[in-house]
């Protein structure tokens, strides 16, 4: 079923443009830029919807009032047979945002992609979590008595203390910092929020705004951004991803990310007894749920600690003693002792 097409004259001619994938799929990307999406998720569904867009082409379809069910299943099709499955998922979500948008706008009366086949998600696993001592290694293994060295202890001392997004820690500015906080300004869906820095990570990065910053700052005159490389450029975020890979490797921490700092923080947090909900504050999630992963990995380090050091876990006390309560039972086994009723 398609919608009707009974506009006339200058007015059919204007209309039939939204029709287009490559008009409609301009106009979904500025309502969602609009929206404050981030450019990330923009140039996710961008190229989601070109692709989809290519398929059209492939099929013969340059109308999207053309497009049916059986065409968004063998798209779906052909999607899942070459790429992983979560790709997929996110090239298929795409498609089905665009048609829900279309829909809403009047633009289109039916949405051929409402039944939709996607694929079956996999829970996401977390990723590598560093221990609370490799993160003091990581940390401590930096020389501090060089320029680059002070920057990069005072870098990894704020991202641990913070838990910043990449994207959001080289945006930050000299002039976002407070007393004991930084606010994180265009964060996750264009939202602003305030994090809390620790007392020992606002310090060393002081000392660096005074000792190494100025230094570097003197090779571009009224740079803003708080982290810079040797010849006073601020970090891009490919640049900051290498380099920290870098810093890692000099300790036996292979591939670290900033992300990895991320979720190790908000894992030692939770592990220590805050809230999901004030460590989901920090991080800038908008719902509890992402930080689900991370509170399963806490519970599981507090329950593996709690098996090894409460006292009625240890061996010693599991081990009842010999002749205790004439242990042997039918066949010569042994039987836990009977408590006494309180």
């Known amino acids: 079923m398609t919608p009707p097409r009974s506009d006339t004259g200058s007015e059919r001619g204007e209309r039939s443009r939204e029709y287009r994938p490559t008009l409609a799929s301009a106009s979904f990307l500025d309502s969602l830029r609009l929206s404050g999406r981030s450019e990330a998720t923009l140039k996710a569904h961008e190229n989601a919807l070109r692709q989809f867009g290519r398929f059209l082409d492939g099929a013969g379809l340059s109308d999207l009032r053309d497009v049916t069910p059986s065409h968004t299943e063998a798209y779906a099709r052909q999607v899942q047979d070459r790429i992983s499955r979560e790709s997929a998922y996110v090239y298929l979500n795409s498609v089905r945002v665009l048609f829900r948008f279309l829909v809403e706008r009047n633009v289109l009366l039916v949405d051929p992609s409402s039944s939709l086949p996607m694929p079956k998600m996999r829970e996401r696993l977390t990723g590598r979590i560093l221990t609370p001592d490799e993160m003091t290694r990581l ?30 820690h080289r945006r930050v500015k000299s002039q ?43 090779y571009r005159p009224g740079v803003e951004e708080l982290w810079l490389t040797r010849w006073g450029k601020p970090f891009g975020e490919q640049m900051m991803q290498i380099h920290l890979r870098a810093l890692g490797t000099t300790v036996g921490i292979a591939y670290l990310t900033c992300h990895m700092i991320r979720r190790s923080m908000a894992t ?40 090894r ?14 002749g205790e309560h004439g242990l042997a039972g039918p066949g010569g086994s042994s039987r836990c002792p009977v408590p006494e009723q309180p």
Do not use: N
């Not at 940390?139 to 001392?157: F, K, W, Y």
């Not at 020992?200 to 002081?206: E, F, G, I, P």
């Not at 939770?270 to 991370?294: C, F, M, N, Q, W």
């Open 176 to 218: 976002d910092l407070g007393e004991d906080s930084v606010t994180v300004r265009g964060g996750k869906g264009a939202k602003d929020r305030v994090v809390p820095v620790g007392v020992r990570a606002m310090a060393w990065v002081r000392r660096y705004i005074m000792e190494a910053r100025t230094r570097f700052a003197e």
């Open 139 to 168: 940390i401590e293994s930096q020389d501090a008595a060089t320029p680059t060295g002070l920057r990069d202890r005072a870098m990894l001392e704020f991202l641990y203390s913070t838990g910043l997004r990449v994207s959001e």
């Open 309 to 322: 050091t409460h006292p009625r876990e240890t061996d010693e006390v599991r081990k009842p003693a010999s």
């Open 268 to 307: 030692h947090l939770l592990t220590a007894g805050a809230s999901p909900s004030e460590v989901s504050a920090i991080l800038g999630h908008s719902d509890l749920k992402s930080l689900s992963r991370y509170v399963k990995v806490a519970t599981r380090e507090v329950k593996e600690t709690h098996a």
